[in-house]
């Protein structure tokens, strides 16, 4: 359990941990025969958890192909960080205006079902795009305005998905197993970073974007269909007179001070994300290097948040997630900033390594620690606020970096962005989070 205990709980919350599911498995934290919890590698082999891991990172494989190929198109079309920032906006501006609405659905209705038609919706842009490229061409398109509007459509599904993706979580395991299992459940994302961007910017190269777009778009049909065939667990049901409006996720916050804060970490490192897709494009251009050089940027983060997962198990029992949060932050605006003066592309692709090993650090302990402090009522609306505080930065974050880095260079975004998060790194250091939690 997490060093921040604090938080004020009612009988009837912890009756609801305690609870069997609607006629599925006990949720008591261990099997009918009392054996503990799984740990990760019999995570991985369970029948639910393991295809839906296998499944979200296809998928999510298959939109960081989008996101990178998106990019890179944007910029052949306009020479411009900012237009780049602007499908940014468009991927993830939804976020802000739809979900707190989103995650109310997912408290109220079939989370499995929502993560269907959004991943349906993201197939549809991303599967868009790519017809409407095959057919007249990068010179036919008009602008880059088309990127923009299919990364909307993309952004709409995300908004879907998200809050009840992250719902959905402890339905695929038991409650005890949620740790290991929200650790998992960011290996596809890490994995996916690492890869995805690379072998986008190599499809682009050598067959066009029309394929990259295409391939992306599958990943999110497979998906899907994926998930119509898992055999969830049931969800608990809702205490009698629970509040099911938007606004009680918000008044959440006023009742565990401590979630907020770990929300404004979640948001720093939405923002200390962004310049791997924003400014990559403008930052090779001025190391004399092309598309493919952007690719190998986003890649070399996703390679150092891989590498971090593989310690996260120990750093989690000898320094608690509070701490590993600080460190993580702390890493990432010193990756970020690393990045942006590096005078050679190698020093640069060694500075994003370290950056997106302090994201795997930093976004995996602040999830943890806010999945393990939420009633399952308010589950899907408290990680809308998440999504809002992950994503949702990112509209803002990609418009300032794209407009500073036309106005003055890419190193100085960087740095702005950098100050930024080692700020948040001392807002949100383990002491804080105590005093937070305990008042």
């Known amino acids: 359990m997490s060093e921040v205990t604090g938080v004020r709980r009612s009988p009837d919350d912890d009756a609801d941990r305690r609870a069997p599911s609607d006629g599925g498995p006990p949720d008591d934290g261990r099997t009918p025969d009392g054996s503990p919890p799984r740990g990760s590698l019999r995570l991985l082999v369970d029948p639910v958890f393991g295809p839906f891991f296998v499944g979200k990172l296809l998928s999510t494989a298959g939109i960081w192909i989008y996101n990178i190929v998106a990019a890179i198109l944007a910029y052949e079309l306009s020479g411009s960080a900012f237009v780049v920032g602007l499908v940014s906006v468009a991927q993830f501006g939804p976020q802000l205006l739809f979900a707190p609405l989103s995650g109310a659905v997912a408290d109220r209705g079939d ?130 007179g629970a509040d099911r409006r938007i606004r009680a996720g918000i008044r959440y916050l006023r009742e565990d001070p401590s979630v907020l804060l770990l929300l404004t970490g979640v948001a720093a490192i939405g923002v200390g994300a962004d310049p791997v897709i924003t400014l990559t494009p403008a930052l090779s251009a001025s190391l004399g290097a092309g598309g493919t050089l952007v690719g190998v940027f986003a890649s070399s983060f996703g390679v150092g948040a891989g590498i971090a997962f593989l310690v996260l198990g120990v750093l989690r029992r000898r320094i608690g997630q509070e701490r590993i949060a600080a460190v993580g932050l702390t890493l990432l605006a010193t990756g970020i900033a690393g990045a942006g003066v590096s005078p050679t592309a190698g020093l640069a692709i060694a500075a994003f390594v370290v950056g997106g090993a302090g994201m795997t650090m930093s976004l995996t302990s602040l999830s943890t620690l806010i999945q393990e402090r939420l009633p399952e009522e308010l589950r899907g609306r408290v990680m809308a606020l998440w999504s809002v505080a992950f994503l949702g930065s990112r509209p803002l974050a990609a418009a300032v970096n794209g407009a500073v880095a036309d106005a003055t260079s890419p190193m100085v975004a960087h740095l702005m962005v950098a100050a930024l998060v080692a700020a948040v790194a001392v807002w949100v250091r383990p002491a804080r989070l105590a005093r937070a939690a305990a008042g």
């Open 111 to 240: 989370r499995r079902r929502q993560v269907v038609v959004g991943q349906l919706i993201s197939a549809f842009g991303a599967g868009g795009l790519a017809v409407w490229v095959a057919l007249v061409g990068v010179e036919g398109l008009p602008g880059a305005w088309p990127v923009i509007a299919a990364a909307f459509v993309v952004g709409i599904g995300f908004v879907v998905n998200g809050p009840a993706m992250n719902a959905l979580l402890p339905s695929l395991v038991r409650p005890n197993e949620l740790a290991p299992a929200v650790a998992l459940n960011a290996v596809p994302f890490t994995l996916a970073r690492a890869g995805g961007p690379a072998i986008g910017a190599v499809i682009a190269a050598s067959t066009g974007p029309a394929t990259a777009f295409a391939l992306a778009a599958a990943t999110k049909v497979g998906f899907a269909l994926l998930l119509v065939t898992l055999p969830l667990r049931r969800p608990r049901r809702h205490r009698p």
